[in-house]
């Protein structure tokens, strides 16, 4: 049984930082590129930023310089490191195990809420 779960969001001022972590288990974790993504109220899900199995990081535009996707393939973990953030960043972050070339299908954790707001 494949398992995602994602933590680490919280209300934070603009300009505040904040990391989330994801934790999979039930594959082989260190062969599977991993996503964070968000969703604001009324907007499409977007990817945020992207990981291969061998640790290379790719960002969307608007977060570049300021968050940083990281893994440990020795925890199977995900993580994404969230600084400076902005108003603009409120939505709820999905991790993605994308697991599709090697199980059929990708897996996604439950969302965890980030809100930033004076």
């Known amino acids: 049984q494949v398992q995602v779960v994602d933590s680490g969001g919280g209300l934070v001022q603009p300009g505040g930082s904040l990391r989330l972590s994801c934790v999979v288990s039930g594959i082989i974790f260190r062969l599977v590129p991993m996503g964070w993504y968000r969703q604001a109220p009324g907007k499409q899900r977007e990817v945020v930023a992207e990981?291969?199995?061998?640790?290379?990081?790719r960002y969307t535009e608007s977060v570049k310089g300021r968050f940083t996707i990281s893994r440990d393939n020795a925890k199977n973990t995900v993580s994404l490191q969230m600084n400076s953030l902005r108003p603009e960043d409120t939505a709820t972050y999905y991790c993605?195990?994308?697991?599709?070339?090697?199980?059929?299908?990708?897996?996604w954790g439950q969302g965890t809420q980030v809100t930033v707001s004076a």
């Open positions: 993605q195990a994308g697991a599709t070339g090697l199980y059929g299908r990708d897996y």
């Open positions: 990981i291969s199995s061998s640790g290379a990081g």
